[in-house]
């Protein structure tokens, strides 16, 4: 158990829909990525927090969006949902250390 | 680019070395690290290693860096049939524990 959790762990949605993909970091953890594992794209890195600020940006679209609270969790939105957006979403946390653990992902299926 | 290259497949006899192999783009990165996924899982960390250093060992795992090559190995010593997964390299960008990933190896193990 890596200490990262997330909810829910599948999730299966009609297109043009909206969901939100929920994250609870290893206790004390400031930092939360989110990365999208599909099949065509691999693991591809999205964004990160670091206590409650975007620190970078990856290949995230503009239909998705992320925030993470002053709890320290952090929330993904998917909005308008295209097929292809299907894949399995992880979400990682680190503290100082050079170590990012992942959660057990959330696997999306849009129909 | 920020391709991060690894060979797909890899097939070994249970109880001999395994080798995952993989090349990397950015010389700046500062640490490296091995994930393992098995079926349905999450991404486990297995270990990373820092930039100045040329080989870490972790009980059966040997990771070995060569720099100038930007070439970055696992060896599992005497592989068993749990050790059977894939496994992702990625280089860390932007000093930020943002990790690219490669596409991953897939490590089967026969009997």
């Known amino acids: 158990d890596s200490g990262v959790t997330q909810t829910p762990k599948h999730l299966i949605t009609a297109t043009g829909q909206r969901v939100t993909l929920r994250c609870s970091p290893r206790s004390g953890d400031l930092s939360v990525y989110w990365y999208q594992q599909s099949l065509d794209q691999g693991l591809q890195f999205l964004i990160q927090?670091?206590?409650?600020?975007?620190?970078a940006k990856g290949n995230i679209l503009e239909r998705f969006s992320a925030q993470q609270f002053p709890d320290l969790h952090s929330e993904l939105n998917l909005s308008s949902l295209e097929l292809g957006d299907s894949a399995l979403y992880f979400c990682?946390?680190?503290?100082?250390?050079?170590?990012?653990?992942f959660g057990q992902g959330t696997r999306l299926t849009v129909v | 680019g920020e391709d991060v290259e690894q060979s797909l497949f890899l097939s070994v006899r249970e109880g001999d070395s395994s080798v995952i192999n993989c090349t990397y783009t950015d010389s700046s990165s500062t640490y490296l690290y091995w994930y393992k996924q098995e079926p349905g899982a999450g991404l486990q960390l297995l270990t990373y290693i820092f930039s100045n250093m040329d080989m870490k060992q972790d009980q059966r795992l040997t990771v070995l860096l060569n720099k100038k090559d930007k070439h970055l190995s696992l060896r599992i010593a005497d592989t068993q049939t749990g050790d059977s997964a894939i496994y992702f390299c990625a280089e860390e960008k932007d000093s930020s524990y943002k990790l690219i990933f490669g596409s991953g190896t897939r490590l089967l193990v026969r009997p």
């Open positions: 927090y670091y206590n409650g600020e975007e620190r």
């Open positions: 990682a946390s680190s503290g100082t250390a050079p170590e990012a653990f």
